[in-house]
């Protein structure tokens, strides 16, 4: 074999080897895309996923929200119908017991005024201290008084009765003893009148 020969055989096996190397480059380089294309296909398509959860998960959040304004509503709207019936109940009560005060008022006797010949005698009127507190234990009535010169009955029983009274309502022995003298027939005045200032002053 010549030398021009070896190296034309030479030139042809090296550059067999640079194809094959650059063939093996391409299907290298065509893998590597396609493994990525498929990379890039399922992260889309798990981002897809997730866009669309979150999409619904969002519908669902709205949803519930707008079920719970509109229940909030409802019951905002139940509330002022309540309140206003009880404010209707109020004024309805406050215009019937008004209304009954007043036909009571009307409907009440007025007082008659008392005559004057059924007053009882009064005892002589004359300044006097402060009126001392009856004592609960011992309220005795007030009778009617006799006037000056009017006969009575048991003397000294009503005398004893007026004397008492007098002495309660805070007369002077002095002028106890003297409307008994000017209305009463006592054979003993001053003993009663210890009597009656003792049961007053206790």
């Known amino acids: 074999m010549s030398e021009g020969s070896g190296k034309q055989s030479a030139g042809a096996a090296a550059a067999e080897r640079v194809r ?5 480059a391409e299907q290298s380089a065509a893998g590597l895309r396609a493994e990525a294309a498929q990379e890039i296909d399922a992260q889309l398509e798990r981002a897809e996923t997730v866009a669309t959860r979150l999409s619904e998960r969002a519908n669902q959040i709205e949803r519930s929200l707008q079920a719970l304004a509109e229940s909030v509503r409802e019951e905002l709207s139940a509330l002022k119908a309540d309140l206003e019936e009880l404010r209707a109940v109020g004024e309805g009560v406050a ?3 008004t209304a009954a005060a007043a036909e009571a008022a009307e409907a009440a006797p007025a007082p008659e005024p008392e005559p004057e010949s059924e007053r009882p005698p ?12 009856v004592p609960p234990e011992e309220p005795p009535p007030a009778p009617p008084e006799p006037a000056a010169g009017e006969p009575t009955g048991d003397g000294h029983e009503g ?7 007098m002495a309660l309502n805070g007369s002077p022995r002095e002028e106890t003893a003297r409307y008994l003298d000017e ?3 006592l054979e003993n005045p001053d003993a009663l009148l210890d009597e009656v200032y003792a049961r007053a002053s206790s």
């Open 20 to 24: 094959a190397v650059l063939e093996a």
């Open 95 to 97: 215009e019937a017991r």
């Open 122 to 133: 009064q005892p002589p009127t004359e300044p006097r201290p402060e009126p001392r507190p």
């Open 159 to 165: 005398a004893r009765v007026i004397a008492l009274n």
């Open 183 to 185: 209305n009463f027939e």
